[in-house]
């Protein structure tokens, strides 16, 4: 006996993806923004790319932004819902990042884990 | 996942960004940039070894540094300056026609069974299926990510089919999207390294009507309900979330073997207290689902177990809640359940304990109990479970010192209101899910 069977796989609204922006094209003299995940050994990491960055390209500026969260944020404080949430999802938060990425020509976004 | 998220989010916000990972999560950071709608999103993979800590040398030798510089500066592909769709996002309605045999084997070739045998859900199956609800087939309940899939009635009803579900189980399995999408966890569930299961907890009348049991075995009664309401859901999760490829979009390192399994309802007319579905804000005359996050469980059993006695109860349940806060599952709020039998909970309370007593007995005592030193490391870091500790009744009469507990983690509970059909009468009675044997449910 055959069976003519449905498909379990849902649907996918498809919207037009997003090209990337444009690189720089030299990163000295520019600021790169390193902006730190919440976990583990990402804050290590991101000093660490600044360190060695610095090394090959001694003009390049940097700043630095930590979302909120981790080991060093007491949870029951924490100012956003960001452990693991959208930055979009807090208008605050998006000001703040708004603010800091006026600073930065590019950025490098960290995952310690 | 959630910083391939933030990482899309800074290019929208109109910086160029590149992301850096473990290269064990390149795959699921260029997934996230995709539902972001930047699947040209740079990631580059570190070879830092997972685990850690702050050591500069060790991650030093794992971060390509010359990688990220050519991703921060080199110029952008064709691909990467109009990028074209790959997803197409609409699966054809019918997927195939074949015996049983080829049935199972097609479906299971594309991930979309999970290595059991399912339902074949054939127009029929999903026709009847959609009796279990008033809401019209092509209705999205939620979209559930990371995939972002539509979960429409239909879709539920297909893999309802799948997991032998019944029409009376639509409802539950509705709240059961409804809650997944609306919990605050769950992107971080799916693309976690810990090994973690959906856990299922079913209150109000709907319970009776669907015999979920809530008595003797509940973990493993092999009763209809409990087994295929979670199955249900896996199978939603995989086909609709998009959550089942190891390494790609499944990223725990041993997975858990509650995944597809755990289900169970509360006894509330032998409770002493309150039931969950009322802690959480409903009328106990509400049907309702709740969800946490399991990590891993276990049973409470004292050195003395054939009397019960309130105070070495109480000792076991603190020394295991501190086993849990001191297991690091702080995410927002570490969850735990405590399920006690029914004898036991009524032997609490004739010694006094009402559920917030116990609960605040074992937040106070499990401070100072012998593991809790290793709590006072992380002091003013992971949150006490406060927010997430339950006590539910279940698991047969006895009243010994005895609890079952189930150590959670990622961010609390969701509760939903289960809605029913009009013809809810007639669907029960129609439905009969008892089984035919002779059981004793309480």
Redesign the interface.
Known sequence: MDYEVLSPLAEVNVVPPRALLPRVSDLNGKTVGLFAFWKWYTPAQMRVVEEELKKRLPNTKFSHFKQPGGQDTKIADKPYPAMNREILESKEYTEQLKEWLKGVDTVVTGHGD | M??A???A??????????????ES?VHD?QNGG?KR??????VVG?T?P?G?????EV??KG?P?DK??AA?????TEE??????K??????????????EE?NRF?YR?G?SGGLPII????EA?KEMLQGTDLPANHVVA??PP??????V??IA??AV?AGALPTHMPVLIAGVQALADH??W??VAAT?ISVAPCWVINGPIRNDLYVDSGRGILSSGLLSNTVIPRAMN?MTR??AGVFRPGIDAMTWFGHEGTSSLCFAENEEDSPWTPLHVDHGLKKEDSALSLFFVTGSAHVLSPKNSFFDDKMAIDCMTQNVVGNYAGGH????ASCLFALTSGSARQFAQYGWTKEKIMNHLLEAGKTAPRADWVKR?E????PPAEGLRLVVAGGSLAYNTAYQLNGGFGGWMTKKVELPKNWPQLIKKYNVLPGYDLKLK
């Open positions: 959630c910083l998220y933030n990482t989010a800074i290019e929208l916000l109109g910086k160029p960004a590149v992301m850096i990972c473990n999560f950071a995709a709608d930047l699947p040209g999103l740079r570190t830092i997972q850690t800590h702050e050591e500069a991650i030093r971060v540094v990220i510089i921060l500066t080199e110029a952008l990467e300056k109009a990028p074209t769709v997803d197409i996002g609409t699966p054809s309605r019918i997927a195939f026609k074949g015996n049983i049935v479906f594309r979309w074949p859900p054939t127009e999903v979209k559930l995939r972002l899939g539509n979960a429409t239909e879709k297909v893999n799948m605050w966890e992107v971080h390294l199978l086909n609709i702080g995410m927002g709020g992380y003013g870091t992971w949150s």
